[in-house]
């Protein structure tokens, strides 16, 4: 069975602080996809990225970054120099394709002014 | 394009009534599904369909009945609802892995 952890229920950081948001995978399959949404108060699942099993370099986007590790099933989501906008709950979902995702708990994460 | 249209957006419910939620999407995607999101759970895949005239059920699929007679649409049904329902209903489609779009959420509340 495929599962999700995101161990980090809530996180609370000062603005400009860079913070981590963890996730744990496991899975059977040998292709699969992750992914992370961010969901902010207005409810909207945004996407932020995917990210296949074959592909492990790290990707960069702006002030988001994103390190897959297979070795430890890990897909952690790093948030440089955190702003406001940057509050709200993020998933991380994993998936042999687009059509059954295994979801994380969620992280909701606060940045305070 | 509208991508995933949900409706209605906010819905109340007394025990045992009866509802459809509406799902449309109109990117011509094979694939469909239902999920519900609850407080600390995460998403959870109720029903999903590969195809016109094909569906399946996903992790929660108790309570739900599902159908899709075209290609746009997937109507996820409520045919007697109870308040463990109460939750907030997103669908999403998909061309095949690995893109997934999703509505903007149906927020379900069960007296």
């Known amino acids: 069975a495929q599962k999700v952890t995101q161990a980090q229920t809530e996180i609370s950081v000062v603005e400009k602080e860079d913070v981590t948001l963890d996730c744990v995978y496991e899975t059977r399959d040998t292709t699969y996809y992750l992914f992370w949404y961010k969901q902010p108060p207005s409810g909207e699942l945004v996407f932020l990225i995917r990210r296949n099993s074959f592909d492990e370099q790290n990707e960069i986007s702006g002030r988001y970054s994103w390190n897959f590790q297979k070795s430890t099933s890990s897909f952690n989501f790093t948030i440089t120099a955190s702003q406001v906008v940057d509050s709200a709950v993020y998933f991380c979902a994993l998936g042999r394709g687009a059509q059954k995702l295994v979801f994380g708990q969620g992280t909701r994460l606060t940045i305070n002014p | 394009n509208a991508g995933v249209t949900q409706t209605p957006k906010f819905q109340v419910l007394k025990t045992g009534q009866s509802m459809t939620l509406q799902c449309a999407q109109d990117m011509n995607h094979e694939y469909m599904s239902w999920y519900r999101q609850d407080p600390g759970m995460g998403l959870r895949l109720i029903h999903y369909?590969?195809?016109?005239?094909?569906?399946d059920q996903g992790e929660v699929p108790n309570g739900y009945n599902v159908s899709r007679s075209t290609t746009e649409d997937f109507p996820l049904r409520l045919l007697s609802a109870a308040p463990s329902q109460t939750s907030v209903y997103f669908c999403?489609?998909?061309?095949?892995?690995?893109?997934?779009?999703f509505g903007e959420g149906s927020r379900l509340t069960v007296l």
């Open positions: 999403a489609s998909s061309s095949g892995p690995p893109e997934l779009f």
């Open positions: 369909s590969v195809g016109a005239g094909i569906t």
